[in-house]
């Protein structure tokens, strides 16, 4: 977490640690955190800040709008999720089962394990009211072709709610050139704190009807958002978006002071630096004997990706090997981080799932060469 995050929540509570909407000057120093995080968002998705929304995760939110959207449908209406997806963005759907709506679910592709698109057309129906999917997959990085879903979606009146919690630290996004209904992230995924947020097109976030408490706001931009909000962590949402514009400031100089053009330029670079580095893990995954990987491996394809990877080194658990690096202060996840469909579907959820290993922009070509000679190790010791 960048320095200026940890000093915004610091700074939240020294000066300004109030609830909202009160009549001095804590408060309306709170007022003003909340509005420069949904406008700093907005920067962010490239929409409108009063169509943002807040709350402690995006699990949370997505339960919460799926509940909110359930209202409106009817026995024997269709929702499509994916093989490939967080059950965050899974289950919020699946909950709608008990009042009758039907669940279909798109396959992958094993060899690759990318989307099959062929099955998602097929699974979109004239009942279809919703598609979710995910930008990238959290567990192979897999980048979905999410313009060519929400199409799909639209084409059969349907909705689209995209999940961009792991694609968000990794590439620029633009709910409106995308044209999605719906899009999720977690600030905390690109160096913030522990908040969900959620952008929703604005006729949307009027039309359906949020569960809540009587007294409080029905009107936009709160009109999704329950109790009292994390006002620390929207101060250091604020500041992470920040420090990513200023990536992008310092990395072009003929980058404007505008911070949605910063903060393009800044995952122009950010890209590049992440996809050098997982083009070099890649090969050297590769070529280490008994590494068997999942997901896409052609550098002629990496555009189709972003730099996280999941392996299983020969008969060893992912606990096993994720241990062995941890204990060489290389930190990856074991398991099956929520994508349990997956796992499930490559028969490796019995065994452990599968060992990630993921990168950000801060990694270097040095910790990438010391992760492969620590795996070459592991290997050989199997």
């Known amino acids: 977490m960048p320095q200026r995050v940890i ?28 509005a420069a995080a949904r406008t700093a968002m907005a920067d962010l998705f490239n929409c409108a800040p009063d169509e943002v929304f807040f709350g402690p995760n995006m699990t949370t939110l997505t339960f919460a709008l799926a509940r909110g ?12 999720v994916t093989t490939l997806d967080h059950d965050g963005n899974v289950a919020p759907w699946r909950a709608l089962e008990d009042i009758g709506i039907v669940i279909r679910q798109v396959d992958i592709r094993e060899a690759d394990c990318t989307l099959d698109m062929d099955d998602l ?54 709910v409106r050139a995308l044209d ?5 992230c977690s600030p905390y995924k690109f160096f913030g704190p522990h908040v969900g ?13 949020p569960y809540k408490v009587r007294p409080a706001p029905a009107y936009l931009p709160d009109r999704w958002e329950t109790g009292t909000q994390i006002h620390e962590g929207l101060a ?24 949605r053009a910063a903060l393009v330029s800044a995952y122009r670079t950010i890209r590049h630096h992440e996809m050098a580095l997982a083009k070099r893990m890649i090969a050297g995954l590769l070529e ?26 020969k008969d060893l658990t992912p606990l096993v ?16 981080y929520y994508a349990l469909n997956l796992t499930e579907r490559l028969g490796v959820e019995k065994t452990g799932g599968l060992l990630r290993i993921g990168l950000v922009h801060y990694n270097t070509a040095e910790e990438v060469d010391r992760l492969l000679a620590a795996m070459r190790e592991l290997a050989s010791s199997a």
């Open 7 to 34: 000093d915004a929540f610091r700074e939240y509570f020294e000066t300004s640690n109030a609830n909202n909407v009160g009549q001095f000057l804590t408060s309306r120093r709170t007022d003003e955190t909340i």
């Open 69 to 80: 959207i359930g209202r409106d449908l009817k026995p024997g209406d269709e929702i499509v």
């Open 121 to 174: 057309r097929r699974k979109i129906t004239p009942r279809t009211k919703l598609v979710a999917a995910g930008y990238a997959s959290n567990a192979v990085g897999a980048i979905n072709p999410v313009a060519e879903i929400v199409r799909a979606a639209h084409g059969a009146g349907a909705l689209a709610f995209i999940d961009a919690v792991h694609y968000t630290p990794h590439g620029s996004i633009d």
């Open 180 to 184: 999605c209904d719906f899009l999720a």
């Open 197 to 209: 947020c959620i952008y929703g097109k604005r006729d949307l976030l009027l039309r359906f009807r």
């Open 236 to 259: 250091g949402v604020t500041a992470a978006i920040d420090y990513l514009a200023d990536l992008g400031r310092h990395s072009d100089s003929a980058a404007p002071a505008d911070r």
């Open 288 to 313: 280490i004997p008994g590494v068997r990987f999942y997901g896409i491996s052609d550098p002629a394809r990496f555009d189709e990706r972003c730099p996280t990877v999941s392996v299983r080194v």
């Open 321 to 336: 090997c994720a241990k062995f690096l941890g204990d060489r202060g290389i930190f990856t996840w074991d398991g099956n």
